[in-house]
């Protein structure tokens, strides 16, 4: 047997949701004894068949990784949009609302999918720690924790820090997100894997964003850091295994993605890292200092996010790509404005490494004042320019806003809502608030 045979073994046997399964009774989730283990009943199947897409049942051999998935899963797959030549775009469950209430020992699935509103499975949860530190991992890589996170480096830590990992983690996603819609892999099928959590449910699988966000974070930040910050490299070497396991574990705890998602997604990151990390200094030199940089950062983010759209019907694989991209380019424009006014400067070379300062109750209270104040204003910009953007773009393009959800579904909604609104957040975390700090004399 070849290598290249070999390799196509381990990745089919790396992407069986049996795996996934087995990996969730192994931490306490399992699924209860209502639920039916059997695929759909023929009336089911016949009735979903035309719908779920027959091509990709004629045109994917059986074993082949992304190919047929055991019997049930066909029951689990959203039905693919008129002229989707790919996989059907994500997974449903249909079981939350069959299952009644759930007894105390049971767990309900997280949020609900963004798209479909379906919610996650009721689960048996015997491992309550494991429970709740794998709901801290998949938090790793939501829009809770960018929202908080990246502001807190800009105005609490190190600007420069911070608006470099922000370039990496725009890279990282983008990259992430058009591999997904390029190879179009479903999900793990349920049954067997008990889905906790579907708020991305109607994204393909490969390779896992999730997993790629918590690998570069982490590596971005030691990198950046040692060397500029005075600190043991073993604190670096302790925290980047953790983060990258505790996000990589937590979403195949969720039932959101296979082994080979996974290692995809953390290989995938790696050579992302080692061919772009070099230009990172240089990228953000440039938004900084270059006279055209903001006609230069708009237009280019704005290119990507309509060529990702182009990739594939809508999901919220497009809003979130959208959302990166707007968030990046407002970023990256408001350090250029901050910059030129001379707002938030970074520390001289000769200064460096720089000393962590002595944690007193005025720099305590000014960091706290920060980012709520900040995080106040962030919410209130996001709330302004989702309710003008929605409403406009629905009118500019006659496009019907009774049904929000719906006019979100068009590309004409969904591109100027999430790169406008999220790059005025982008530009507020470095431009406005910064100047209300400076302002009100908390900078």
């Given at each position: 047997m070849s290598l290249r045979q070999r390799l196509a073994q381990l990745a089919v046997c790396l992407q069986e949701p049996q795996k996934v399964a087995r990996f969730q009774r192994l931490c306490g989730v399992e699924a209860p004894p209502s639920r039916p283990a059997a695929g759909p009943s023929a009336a089911e199947e016949e009735a979903e068949a035309p719908l779920a897409g027959d091509a990709r049942r004629r045109e994917r051999q059986p074993g082949a990784p992304g190919g047929p998935q055991p019997p049930g899963s066909d029951r689990n797959q959203c039905p693919a949009k008129p002229g989707d030549r790919g996989a059907p775009n994500g997974v449903r469950n249909a079981l939350a609302s069959e299952l009644g209430p759930a007894p105390a020992r049971r767990a309900a699935g997280l949020r609900r999918n963004s798209l479909t509103g379906e919610e996650g499975e009721l689960a048996h949860v015997s491992n309550w720690p494991l429970y709740y530190l794998f709901c801290l991992g998949t938090e790793l890589g939501n829009e809770l924790f960018y929202i908080l996170f990246f502001p807190f480096w800009i105005?609490?830590?190190?600007?420069?820090?911070?608006?470099?990992?922000?370039?990496?983690?725009?890279?990282?996603?983008?990259?992430?997100?058009?591999?997904?819609?390029?190879?179009?892999?479903?999900?793990?099928?349920?049954?067997?894997?008990?889905?906790?959590?579907?708020?991305?449910?109607?994204?393909?699988?490969?390779?896992?964003?999730?997993?790629?966000?918590g690998t570069a974070i982490p590596i971005a930040m030691v990198l950046l850091t040692y060397g500029r910050w005075q600190y043991p490299l073993i604190y670096g070497l302790i925290l980047v295994p953790c983060w990258c396991s505790l996000v990589c574990l937590s979403r195949i705890y969720m039932g959101m993605h296979s082994i080979l998602d996974i290692i995809a997604g953390f290989l995938y990151t790696i050579l992302i890292l080692v061919v772009f990390y070099p230009f990172v200094d240089l990228i953000d030199n440039f938004n900084q200092t270059h006279r055209y940089?903001?006609?230069?950062?708009?237009?280019?983010?704005?290119?990507?996010?309509?060529?990702?759209?182009?990739?594939?019907?809508?999901?919220?694989?497009?809003?979130?790509?959208?959302?990166?991209?707007?968030?990046?380019?407002?970023?990256?424009?408001?350090?250029?404005?901050?910059?030129?006014?001379?707002?938030?400067?970074?520390?001289?070379?000769?200064?460096?490494?720089?000393?962590?300062?002595?944690?007193?109750?005025?720099?305590?209270?000014?960091?706290?004042?920060?980012?709520?104040?900040?995080?106040?204003?962030?919410?209130?910009?996001?709330?302004i320019m989702k309710r003008i953007?929605?409403?406009?773009?629905?009118?500019?393009?006659?496009?019907?806003?009774?049904?929000?959800?719906?006019?979100?579904?068009?590309?004409?909604?969904?591109?100027?809502?999430?790169?406008?609104?999220?790059?005025?957040?982008?530009?507020?975390?470095?431009?406005?608030?910064?100047?209300?700090?400076?302002?009100?004399g908390i900078s």
């Open positions: 105005w609490n830590l190190d600007a420069l820090v911070g608006r470099r990992l922000v370039v990496i983690w725009v890279l990282v996603m983008y990259l992430g997100q058009c591999t997904k819609d390029i190879i179009r892999w479903p999900r793990p099928a349920s049954p067997p894997v008990v889905k906790l959590e579907v708020f991305y449910n109607s994204e393909y699988s490969m390779p896992s964003t999730h997993a790629m966000s940089a903001p006609l230069f950062i708009i237009g280019l983010h704005l290119a990507l996010g309509i060529f990702s759209f182009t990739l594939d019907t809508w999901s919220t694989s497009r809003g979130d790509t959208a959302e990166i991209l707007g968030s990046g380019a407002g970023i990256a424009c408001g350090s250029h404005v901050t910059y030129n006014m001379g707002l938030m400067l970074d520390p001289s070379l000769d200064m460096l490494p720089l000393a962590t300062p002595p944690i007193t109750v005025t720099l305590f209270g000014k960091a706290i004042l920060r980012i709520l104040i900040g995080m106040v204003f962030v919410l209130i910009v996001r709330d953007t929605i409403p406009l773009a629905c009118k500019i393009f006659s496009i019907p806003c009774d049904d929000v959800r719906n006019a979100r579904q068009h590309m004409e909604v969904e591109l100027p809502y999430r790169y406008i609104t999220y790059g005025m957040v982008g530009f507020s975390i470095t431009f406005l608030i910064p100047y209300i700090f400076s302002f009100i």
